[in-house]
């Protein structure tokens, strides 16, 4: 599901402002795009003013770009009060390999080392969750060049669910991909944990029902989601597995419209531990 556009507008964290940027604003992120450090792991080719300016215009008018906030400072936590920290971005899924939005971000170097990454992506996730309504969120990184990112994503919940060769970040060469994941079960409250819990058991279950995942998989990924959002210490291990199940059967019965169509491995899916290990 991609986000409701409706609700994108400024929002806040502990520390910065994130405010969504337009046209106007592309020179604020081709200046950021300046350093070389930032943009390598960025796609396409940012090696002149000419060409950093006309990727952030393509950038923030993109139809797969939802939304790209500027991070903005306005105490001068990091960087001089009101100048721009970096920028974080919400994607479409790509085709074939995710169940919700992509989050992706860049960062100042004055602002690596002081836990800028982290909690943006915080935020973003939870405003994505909270007041967007999507199910899934997703993240790409390139391990070769920012592990880092990798270790911001897996603090805030998200799991390894597929390794992919990407060749475009640099034109003909292939880089290997790491594909991060975290679904909204698997965050709920106590209190929304068995609604939450049967939403997304139903939705997978209508993929499930078309051949591309397996129950035994799926019902093992929710389980772990429903430990991990309360619901098994809320109502026992069994009733949580009925819950479930039911839901599952429910989704594989169901015809109507395919909330998440996506390509999954036999293997599992997020919160199969076998499929996040790395």
């Keep these: 599901m991609q986000p409701d556009l409706s609700l994108t507008r400024e929002i806040h964290s502990r520390r910065f402002d994130l405010r969504p940027l337009g046209l106007g604003d592309a020179t604020l992120f081709a200046d950021l795009a300046a350093d070389t450090e930032i943009v390598k792991n960025l796609v396409g080719d940012w090696s002149t003013a000419r060409k950093r300016l006309e990727n952030a215009r393509a950038w923030i008018g993109s139809e797969h770009s939802l939304v790209i906030w500027g991070v903005f400072d306005p105490d001068g936590a990091v960087v001089p009060a009101g100048d721009l920290v970096g920028i974080c971005g919400v994607e479409t899924a790509l085709p074939g390999m995710g169940a919700g939005p992509s989050i992706f971000y860049a960062?100042?170097?004055?602002?690596?080392?002081?836990?800028?990454?982290?909690?943006?992506?915080?935020?973003?996730?939870?405003?994505?969750?909270?007041?967007?309504?999507?199910?899934?969120?997703?993240?790409?990184?390139?391990?070769?060049?920012?592990?880092?990112?990798?270790?911001?994503?897996?603090?805030?919940?998200?799991?390894?669910?597929?390794?992919?060769?990407?060749?475009?970040?640099?034109?003909?060469?292939?880089?290997?991909?790491?594909?991060?994941?975290?679904?909204?079960?698997?965050?709920?409250?106590?209190?929304?944990?068995?609604?939450?819990?049967?939403?997304?058991?139903?939705?997978?279950?209508?993929?499930?029902?078309?051949?591309?995942?397996?129950?035994?998989?799926?019902?093992?990924?929710?389980?772990?989601?429903?430990?991990?959002?309360?619901?098994?210490?809320?109502?026992?291990?069994?009733?949580?597995?009925?819950v479930i199940y039911a839901a599952l059967r429910a989704g594989m019965a169901d015809d109507g419209w395919l909330y998440f169509r996506v390509e999954r491995e036999q293997r599992g899916g997020p919160g199969d531990k076998d499929s996040t290990a790395d």
């Design 107 to 242: 960062f100042r170097q004055q602002a690596w080392g002081q836990g800028v990454a982290s909690e943006i992506a915080a935020t973003v996730i939870d405003f994505l969750f909270d007041e967007a309504g999507v199910d899934a969120v997703e993240a790409l990184v390139l391990p070769n060049i920012n592990p880092a990112s990798a270790r911001v994503l897996e603090k805030h919940g998200m799991r390894l669910v597929g390794r992919y060769p990407m060749a475009s970040y640099t034109g003909d060469d292939c880089l290997p991909t790491m594909k991060y994941e975290i679904w909204r079960a698997q965050v709920a409250l106590p209190a929304d944990a068995c609604a939450c819990t049967a939403e997304a058991a139903f939705k997978i279950g209508q993929f499930v029902g078309d051949g591309i995942s397996s129950f035994d998989a799926m019902s093992a990924a929710l389980l772990v989601s429903a430990h991990e959002n309360g619901l098994v210490d809320l109502v026992g291990i069994d009733e949580a597995r009925e």
